[in-house]
C-alpha cells in the first residue's frame, strides 16, 4: 500500500478505477511538526479509502497536514476537502486557483467542443462520463495561492516552487536542488504522455508546455515522482521523447489538414491513438472527448506558427493548411 522512496517521503497509490491512468500517485512527505501530502486522487470511495489505509499505515495526523496540489485536475485535487482539517492549509498555483474560482461550467466547455465539430449527440455522454465531472469535489476547497520561487519545508526537504504551464494553465512541480528530486505531477510522465488539451480560441497550451519542457531540461534530477504511473526514468531522456512525440503529432495533423480543411474532431478522427479499439466510431465518448482536446492543442500551435488558418463555416470552425 505505502512505498517509502527515501527518508520522510512517501509513496501511496491511490486508484481511479476504470480510467487508463490506473491510478494518482499521492506523496507525502512527514515532518516532526507538520506534514504534507502532495495530490490527493478523485472524490470517490475508493480513493478516500485507499489514502486513509496509506496514512494510517505510516501514522500521519491529518490535523498536523498541510497538502499541495499540483494542478487543478479532478484527480489530484477533488479527494483534498474530505481530507483537510481546520489547521491545514491547501496550497494550489495561483492560475489554477483563479481558474477554479471563476470556472465557467461544463456548458461553456461542451460549446466550445461543439464548435470545433463535437456531434452534438455525443456531447451529453462525453461530459457525464468524464471524470471530471462525475468525481468533482462537493465543494470548492480554500486554497492558498502559490507563486513562482515559493518554498515549502517539510520533513527535511526545501522544495521550490517551479512554473510548468501547458498541461493546465498553472500546472506547477516542486523541485529540491539539494536532494535533486523533482516532484514532476502530469508535466512529466514515464509510461505515458501527459494529455495537452486546449477548450478556448485563444490559448496555446502546447507551445506553453514545450517551453516549460525546456525548462526543466537543465535542472541536475535524480528522482522524478510523476503524478501517474512508473516513478524510473531519465529526466532529460523523457523530456526529449515527449518533444519528439509532440512534434510528430504536429506532423500528423498537419499532413491531414493537408488533404483538406477539417474541424478538430474530424482531425482527431483520423489520428493515430494509443487505445484498445478497432476504430475512432468506437471509441467510447469521453475518449473522443480528449483526443479532440488535444487536436485542438496541436492545431492551435500550429495556427500560432503560421503554418494553418482557421476560419468559420455554417457556424463551426474549421482549419485548413497554409499553401505556399
Known sequence: MVEQLSPNLYLIRIPLPGSPLGWVNSYVIKGLDRNLIIDTGLNRRECLEAMQAGLGEIEVDLKRTDFYITHMHTDHIALAPRLVQDSSTI??????????????????IAGSAGL??????????????????????DVKPETSAVDEGDTFRYGGYCFRALATPGHTRGHTCLYEPAKKVLVSGDHILFDITPNITCWTQEENPLKSYIASLDRIYGLPVDLVLPGHRGLSGDCRKRITELKG????????????????????????????????????????????????????????????????????????????????
Request: glycine share 6%; net charge negative.
Open 116 to 137: 470545433n465539430g463535437f456531434p452534438a449527440d455525443e456531447l451529453q455522454a462525453a461530459v457525464s462520463n468524464h471524470p471530471g465531472y462525475k468525481y468533482a469535489a
Open 91 to 108: 496550497y494550489i498555483n495561483r492560475p489554477d486557483k483563479e481558474y477554479i474560482e471563476n470556472w465557467p461550467g461544463w456548458e461553456a
Open 245 to 324: 512525440h509532440h512534434q510528430s503529432r504536429l506532423e500528423e495533423a498537419l499532413s491531414i489538414l493537408k488533404q483538406g480543411p477539417k474541424s478538430a474532431y474530424e482531425v482527431a478522427s483520423m489520428m493515430t491513438w494509443d487505445i484498445d479499439c478497432d476504430s475512432w466510431e468506437a471509441f467510447p465518448a469521453s475518449q473522443k472527448w480528449f483526443a479532440t482536446g488535444e487536436a485542438i492543442a496541436h492545431l492551435r500551435y500550429l495556427e500560432d506558427s503560421g503554418q494553418v488558418f482557421r476560419e468559420t463555416k455554417a457556424g463551426f470552425i474549421v482549419f485548413a493548411a497554409c499553401h505556399g
